[in-house]
């Protein structure tokens, strides 16, 4: 089993900057590639960003890159995302997701086993 606790969410203004946290315990963390999703209010979940198990590849919707970073410190089996220019669009329930099987697209929420409760961002215009 895998526990994930986000942090970090809140409210800030268009422009503004977040970074959100997720803290991982239980089965290996650094086995497992990490990834972040959104899910606003009467909209699907939407892939964000994700990164592989040694951090060495990242991937990111293109709604978000150029904006967003995503990284992870395996010695204190966290991962983080780095949101800058937020923009309105950009307000959800944000959600960290560990996926241990691999060779799996980390695009699609499905592929992922384990997730946190999410935290919720707020972007005033």
């Known amino acids: 089993q895998v526990q994930l606790v986000e942090s970090g969410g809140g409210l800030v203004q268009a422009g503004g900057s977040l970074r959100l946290s997720c803290a991982a315990s239980?089965?290996?963390?650094?086995?497992?590639?990490m990834g972040w999703f959104r899910q606003a209010p009467g909209k699907e979940r939407e892939f964000v960003a994700a990164?592989?198990?040694?951090?060495?590849?990242?991937y990111y919707a293109d709604s978000v890159k150029g904006r967003f970073t995503i990284s992870r410190n395996n010695a204190k089996n966290t991962v983080f995302l780095q949101m800058n220019s937020l923009e309105p669009e950009d307000a959800a329930v944000y959600y960290c997701?560990?996926?241990?099987?691999?060779?799996?697209?980390?695009?699609?929420?499905?592929?992922?086993?384990?997730w946190g409760q999410g935290t919720q961002v707020t972007v005033s215009s």
């Open positions: 239980g089965r290996t963390f650094s086995s497992a590639a």
């Open positions: 997701a560990a996926a241990f099987r691999g060779g799996l697209s980390y695009y699609l929420d499905r592929n992922y086993d384990y």
């Open positions: 990164i592989s198990w040694s951090g060495g590849s990242t």
